[in-house]
């Protein structure tokens, strides 16, 4: 018989490890973790590329519960992110829980039995409750280019970066310019020979205010904590405010744009290259991006800017849908991730026996972003609409793991065998987050970004700030749900909504 357990969490960044942390301290430890890698760190591990950084500071893009005086910048790279990740793993004794190399293939809802059937590369098991962690930016997406199948030189994915190819002395074509992009063309400009950047849509690019974090700092941070929780709370409620300008007021946003403007004037001299690299569209609508590396690189003899989109790959030449060839020796992709259309929906299987991808074929909706009618006792960290454009993910990411812990204490004090959000409560929401949605720069700044689906509807981001995100989510709403005690009979006393 396939072993059982009393939650399933599938992935370990931050949503997983979050996650893992918070059953512990529930009291909870019949729990797995399930992971395809080989290590712990979700987007940390995945993208080694040179230059990644993050785009928030340190001390807000890390868990409340567990601060690291000793972050060495204010943005901090990706080993010392990465490194932070395993360091939690070890000091929060997650590491027995984690099953590594265990890709989640199928998990398949059973009504009879009031639980999830979970089958693993490694074998099955079924879980009372499944705590999805897969990431919203985790798998690559690469265009679908003609001829690429026939390129004799090295191709690889932003986040799958190939160190086993040497750029040095090379030609190569960097397509796309969003935020992976912008931080690995000035990291490989100085070593390859011609740098060709492939740009459909330039992105709006700010100066990026980060420095090393002084000793005597961390010293500080070490011996009084209070001081890092000052630190913390005060980027945090910049940002706070910042959000306003977002979803409410984009006109505000002009003012950013005059900053990026000048921001671009002092490194580009070429009036014909300003004109390329300036968009079209309100800053915001897609991420705002933060680099002084960027723009001096671009203005660097051995670069080039196509703007222009990859239309096909003919032998060694790229193709540009405005005509332009180069014949380059690599082509790197920083084409972004499935974020639309969540690949874990493909795996997960609901109660009426459909796929979540099938159920979501009108676009992604999950009440307060965590919880899908039909697909009993699933709870995403980072579902649809929990994005943000201007703050720290992992607040999100803490906020959702309290839903979740509130949901498996419901289950607890109810005795329920599982919660199903009702059809109502997910439509309501929905409904009110794209009623909230239309007034934002995403949805009307004139752009189109990776937040918006292929019907233009806005899935992935909150429209509000982060405290009302933790709002949402403080505690679970029961009369959202209807709660299974037997295998079909829902509980009598429902409040209807
Ligand atoms: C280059 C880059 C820079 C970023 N910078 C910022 C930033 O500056 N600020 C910010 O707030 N956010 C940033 N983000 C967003 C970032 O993804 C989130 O902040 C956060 O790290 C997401 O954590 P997560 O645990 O939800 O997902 P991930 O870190 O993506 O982890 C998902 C995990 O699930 C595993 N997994 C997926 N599917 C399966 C399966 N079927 N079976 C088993 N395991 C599976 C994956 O292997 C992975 O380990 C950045 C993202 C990228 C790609």
């Not at 000035?186 to 974090?213: F, H, M, S, Y």
Request: positive net charge.
């Amino acid at each position: 018989m396939a072993e059982h357990v009393r939650v399933a969490v599938i992935g370990t960044g931050f949503g997983g490890l979050g996650a893992a942390v918070r059953l512990r301290r529930e009291g909870i430890t019949d729990f797995a973790v399930l992971e395809r890698a080989d290590a712990v760190g979700g987007t940390w591990r995945d993208n080694s590329y040179p230059g990644c950084a993050c785009d928030v500071p340190s001390h807000l893009y890390s868990f409340s519960f567990a601060p690291n005086p000793e972050w060495p910048r204010a943005f901090s790279g990706q080993p010392h992110i990465r490194a932070y990740l395993e360091w939690v793993t070890d000091t929060y004794g997650l590491r027995p829980h984690i099953r590594f190399n265990t890709e989640v293939e199928q998990a398949r809802w059973d009504g009879d039995s009031n639980h999830w059937h979970i089958r693993t590369s490694r074998g099955e098991l079924t879980a009372d409750v499944v705590i999805s962690a897969t990431g919203p930016l985790s798998d690559p997406k690469l265009p679908d280019v003609p001829g690429l199948a026939q390129f004799p030189g090295r191709v690889f994915h932003s986040s799958r970066w190939d160190h086993d190819y040497e750029l040095k002395g090379k030609r190569v074509a960097m397509i796309g310019t969003g935020a992976s992009a912008i931080q690995i063309v000035p990291a490989i400009q100085p070593e390859v020979a011609r740098l060709t950047v492939v740009q459909r849509t330039p992105p709006w690019v700010l100066p990026r205010v980060d420095r090393g974090i002084a000793r005597g700092e961390q010293w500080l941070h070490g011996r009084i904590p209070a001081t890092a929780r000052a630190r913390r709370g005060l980027l945090w409620l910049i940002r706070e405010f910042q959000v306003g300008a977002f979803v409410k007021h984009p006109k505000l946003m002009k003012t950013v744009e005059q900053l990026a403007r000048a921001h671009m004037r002092r490194a580009v001299r070429d009036p014909a290259l300003r004109t390329k690299l300036t968009p079209d569209y309100t800053i915001g609508c897609k991420r705002i991006l933060l680099s002084n590396a960027y723009y001096p690189a671009l203005a660097r003899p051995n670069t080039e800017v196509v703007a222009s989109a990859l239309k096909e790959v003919r032998g060694s030449t790229v193709v540009m849908a405005d005509g332009t060839e180069r014949e380059v020796d690599a082509i790197i992709f920083g084409t972004g991730f499935h974020v639309t259309d969540m690949p874990i929906g493909d795996r997960v299987i609901g109660a009426d026996g459909r796929t979540l991808a099938e159920h979501w074929k009108d676009g992604m909706a999950a009440l307060r972003g965590c919880t899908v009618d039909g697909f009993p006792n699933l709870i995403f960290i980072i579902g649809p609409n929990s994005g943000l454009g201007n703050s720290s993910m992992i607040l999100i990411a803490e906020a959702a793991v309290n839903y979740a812990a509130d949901y498996l204490r419901t289950l607890k004090q109810t005795g329920a065998a599982a919660l199903d959000a009702k059809p109502a409560a997910v439509r309501a929401w929905n409904a009110e987050m794209q009623r909230r949605m239309a007034r934002t720069v995403w949805n009307t700044g004139g752009c189109t970004s990776w937040y918006l689906d292929s019907e233009g509807r806005n899935t992935t981001a909150w429209p509000g700030t982060t405290a009302e995100y933790r709002r949402a989510t403080r505690r679970l709403r029961i009369e959202e749900y209807d709660v299974l005690l037997t295998a079909t009979a829902p509980a009598p006393a429902e409040a209807a909504i």
